[in-house]
């Protein structure tokens, strides 16, 4: 019985591994092939912020962002016209709906990225997979990743964007406008003590910031400092550890689906909840969703939340007449042009309206 | 069981590798973008003839460095299941045994995980780096289906109903492993627990890799094929095998180290792809009948076939965005798995 089947066993071994063979050979041919039909041959070796050494083409003209928040940075430098796709959630500014989507930040399409023929895919370490960086790697498309953890770096990692992408000057103006506001806040409310919050992230099961991230760094610079001292980037937060240290105030971040206001009423009608006092009594700040995006946008979040914790420190000087002294004498690194231009009525908008939301939709 | 001819077996499987073929132009005209049906058949014509050096580098980029590679994925992943499943099946003679059940992709996971987190620390070579995960994955397969196999005997003899609840339960405490790795561990890439979790095809690795994968199932499948009709006698019991000549104690060495090797080969790669190593060796019975030696081959391609095609589903069906396979396989084999049951039970 055993010699009978030795022929068909061994056929059947040869067929498969012959297909295989095939199979493997045909690919390993066709793959020789680059996707980048670029005309210039010229290269530039960067390190990116996570330590990789990457070949970029120069200059760079078809940009992929696989993050909202580095879409929203390209917008600020002024190079929306080489960003040539984007993710499903880049919604801001609303042009970049427009943009050719290729799925979600950690589920993105790679043939779709690889037909948008980029010069280069921006992604960052906090959103995007290593899978997905891998997989571009192999397919010759270069990667570049950001990994701010500061408003600081924030700063340095959207200068250092810029060169990149070749637009330096740009990138000179937008990180010393960001500087420019920080110290005109930190001059209105450093003195004054820092109010205790409790960033709301998701409610159920309640998720806050730890302390390594961009969000409690940018808390930190409104005047406010979290409650939760946390190594994790995304703790859950026991309702327990939240009554024990009873923040003055939750501060919410304006999202697509549920207003914030909601979700507050929502929460405040758990039982339990009623213990946490700024609950209670409803003592709540919400700002735009800018501050959970690693983008210049972020400092606008961080002026209203420094306004609605510290409203006294803002009264002295009416808003509107400040900014009118300030247009009619700009600061030396300060482009009255550049601003209606990166800040699209943003800041304009907000202060018209007293105590605003910041939310740019 | 009707006699085995060559003739026959050549045929099923022309038959099956033929579908599998259609399966594979339809996953490779499938996809986020469009690629029109003539350009396909002009490329593959071309490819077929050795020309593929006409072929045009518009689609060609997309159908074979991105569709092609990810298809052949799917063919050695769902071709490792399948035969890792029938393997298990007949080695724990039980017919609802598949590594995904069994809890042993889960300890798969954990291997390659640790493997993942340990590597940074140990200074070796990228391309020992790279056999790390694969190795991982074995030990952590091996651990388990071991681990299971025990919990599984009741007096000396494999107790069906217990060996699944082990496996179900093993499975769900692995899970619970990775979950807690990935939200402890801080250094290196931790950011694709779902990955992990779900299994999913969408990383495109380097050459290299395939060449392994490739030889990897080919070496272990040959490994389990030899066996095959020994393992045909070992469906009437260990005894009765012994008894009819049959070296039962390397015969499961062999199969239990090949069917690890491969459910780590694929899990390496691809994370926990649920329920192909169950449904498609059933699929086979039914139609081939329960012959190893004709089984194994069958269950091979059939697992191919699965795998692509629902690996073309989890690509297209929310495009741009993806789904995970495993959450396709999962969605059709979970219910099956439930009507195998309680057919069984009936």
Redesign the interface.
């Known amino acids: ?2 010699k ?2 030795a ?3 061994f ?3 040869f ?3 012959t ?3 095939l ?2 050979a ?6 020789s ?1 680059s ?1 980048i ?1 670029s005309a210039s041959p010229v290269y530039q070796d960067i390190t990116d912020e996570t330590g990789r050494t990457v070949r970029v083409p120069q200059p760079v003209t078809r940009i992929v962002s696989l993050a909202p928040s580095l879409t929203e940075t390209v917008y600020a430098l002024g190079l929306q016209d080489h960003l040539v796709g984007d993710t ?1 959630f880049c919604d801001y500014p609303a042009d970049a709906r427009k943009k050719t ?4 930040g ?7 990225i ?2 948008l023929h980029p010069d280069i895919v921006l992604v960052t370490k906090a959103f ?4 997905t960086v ?2 571009l790697e ?2 010759g498309i270069s990667s570049y990743a950001t990994d701010p953890h500061t408003v600081e770096e924030i700063i340095s990692s959207s200068k250092k964007l810029s060169n990149v992408l070749g637009a330096p000057e740009a990138g000179a103006t937008v990180a010393g406008e960001m500087k420019r506001r920080l110290a005109d806040l930190h001059r209105r409310i450093g003195a004054l003590p820092p109010k205790r919050v409790l960033f709301v992230v998701w409610t159920q099961p309640l998720i806050s910031v730890g302390k390594h991230t961009f969000i409690a760094d940018a808390l930190r610079l409104a005047g406010a400092a979290s409650i939760v001292d946390s ?2 980037d995304w703790p859950q937060v026991s309702l327990e550890e939240v009554a024990r240290l009873q923040p003055d105030l939750l501060v919410f971040a304006e999202s697509h689906s549920d207003s914030a206001s909601l979700a507050v009423e929502a929460l405040a009608t758990l039982p339990g909840w009623s213990i946490v006092e700024a609950v209670s009594k409803r003592r709540v700040a919400v700002i735009s969703d800018a501050v959970n995006r690693p983008a210049p946008r972020i400092v606008s979040a961080i002026e209203d939340l420094a306004k609605q914790l510290h409203p006294d420190a803002f009264t002295e000087k009416p808003e509107s007449n400040k900014e009118k002294i300030e247009k009619e004498n700009p600061p030396p690194n300060h482009r009255p042009a550049a601003h209606s231009s990166f800040w699209p009525g943003n800041l304009q908008a907000r202060m018209a309206i007293p105590g605003g939301c910041a939310c740019a939709r | 069981m009707r006699p085995l001819t060559l003739r026959r077996l050549l045929l099923q499987c022309f038959v099956l590798t033929a579908i599998l073929f259609v399966v594979v132009v339809v996953a490779l005209k499938f996809g986020a973008v469009p690629v029109s049906l003539y350009a396909l058949g002009r490329d593959l014509l071309r490819f077929l003839l050795g020309q593929s050096s006409q072929i045009s580098t518009d689609y060609g980029f997309i159908i074979w460095s991105i569709r092609g590679p990810r298809i052949l994925l799917g063919i050695i992943v769902g071709a490792s299941l399948s035969v890792a499943g029938t393997s298990f099946q007949a080695l724990l003679r039980n017919p609802l045994a598949d590594p995904y059940v069994l809890g042993v992709s889960s300890g798969a996971s954990v291997g390659a995980v640790l493997a993942l987190i340990a590597t940074p620390f140990l200074s070796l070579s990228p391309a020992l780096s790279a056999l790390l995960t694969p190795l991982g994955a074995f030990l952590g397969a091996a651990a388990t289906i071991a681990v299971v196999y025990f919990l599984g005997r009741r007096d000396g003899q494999i107790d069906s109903t217990t060996l699944l609840l082990g496996g179900v339960i093993t499975g769900s405490f692995l899970s619970a492993i990775i979950t807690f790795l990935m939200g402890t561990v801080t250094t290196g890439n931790t950011r694709g627990m779902v990955f992990w979790l779900m299994g999913n095809l969408s990383t495109s690795f380097q050459k290299s890799v395939y060449w392994f994968l490739g030889i990897g199932f080919l070496a272990a499948a040959g490994a389990i094929y030899t066996t095959a009709s020994d393992l045909n006698l070992l469906l009437a019991g260990e005894k009765e095998a012994m008894h009819l000549g049959v070296d039962v104690p390397r015969v499961r060495l062999v199969v239990y180290i090949a069917a690890s090797f491969l459910t780590g080969l694929a899990v390496s790669v691809s994370g926990s792809i649920g329920y192909v190593g169950l449904i498609v060796p059933h699929l086979m019975r039914l139609i081939f009948g329960s012959d190893h030696r004709t089984l194994l081959p069958t269950a091979a391609i059939g697992g191919a076939i699965a795998v692509v095609f629902a690996d073309t589903l989890a690509r297209t069906v929310v495009a741009p965005s993806e789904l995970a396979v495993g959450a396709v396989t999962a969605v059709v084999g979970a219910p099956l798995f439930i009507y195998l049951l309680r057919r069984r039970l009936a």
């Open positions: 019985m055993l009978e089947v022929r068909p066993r056929r059947s071994a067929l498969a591994a297909a295989a063979f199979f493997c045909a690919l390993s041919r066709a793959q092939g996707p039909s499903e989507k290729v799925g979600g950690i589920n993105p399409s790679l043939e779709l690889a037909n995007n997979r290593l899978e891998q997989s192999n397919l190594e994790q």
